[in-house]
């Protein structure tokens, strides 16, 4: 049965789900329908524009809570982490339709020792560029699956007013005592790329 959790619980992964060895982390949003545009907008061009809001989703591999490589991003343009254990199922340009956008497959065995957590963000693709923020998401959740058997574990569907935000820590799965844990972040920054949400954890 799945856990509906609220901002900062955690749950324990590896006491719950015994013999749990796989995850799908799923990752959803949807965008907010666009205001009318007036005549001036329609004369001159919104602001915002009319473009697609594209929310790429990321996994950072943390050693001791510090991000030490650029090859411990897996992303969009780095879909497999070296050690085989994450694997981005591919980039959702839009957010359209029901269900995960975008999903990200943790092999909990193969994640090399001294690697003791993965961060999952959101962030929106040249958001300043396109006066782009999460105030115009909705929807947005992180969930994560028994990859063995399609049963999801928890959900965390974030709630808050996240109005002047580019990027997103959804949240964070992580060893504490030699047992999986899932943490829903749901912390909102201002950073406009993946490689300046990185910065935080480096």
């Not at 975008?102 to 957590?117: A, M, R, T």
Request: hydrophobic share 35%; proline share 0%; glycine share 10%.
């Amino acid at each position: 049965m799945s856990v509906n959790l609220q901002k900062g619980q955690k749950v324990n992964l590896s006491k719950e789900n015994a013999g749990l060895s796989k995850i799908c982390v799923g990752l959803g949003w949807d965008e907010a329908k666009k205001e009318k545009k007036g005549f001036l907008n329609t004369l001159f061009g919104s602001v915002s524009g009319d473009a697609d809001i594209d929310c790429d989703a990321s996994a950072i591999l943390l050693k001791n809570d510090k991000m030490v490589s650029d090859r411990d991003l897996v992303f969009f343009r780095n879909l497999n982490h070296h050690s085989g254990a994450i694997k981005h199922m591919g980039d959702n340009l839009t957010g359209a339709g029901d269900g995960d956008d975008e999903q990200i497959i943790v092999d909990l065995k193969k994640i090399p020792n001294g690697y003791n957590k993965i961060v999952f963000v959101v962030n929106i693709y040249q958001a300043a560029q396109r006066s782009q923020q999460f105030g115009m998401i909705k929807n947005a959740f992180i969930r994560l699956v028994d990859a063995n058997n399609n049963t999801e574990i928890c959900r965390y569907n974030l709630s808050e007013d996240y109005t002047g935000m580019t990027a997103m820590i959804f949240g964070e799965v992580y060893l504490h005592n030699g047992e999986w844990k899932f943490n829903a972040v749901g912390n909102g920054t201002k950073d406009n790329s993946i490689q300046a949400l990185c910065e935080r954890f480096k």
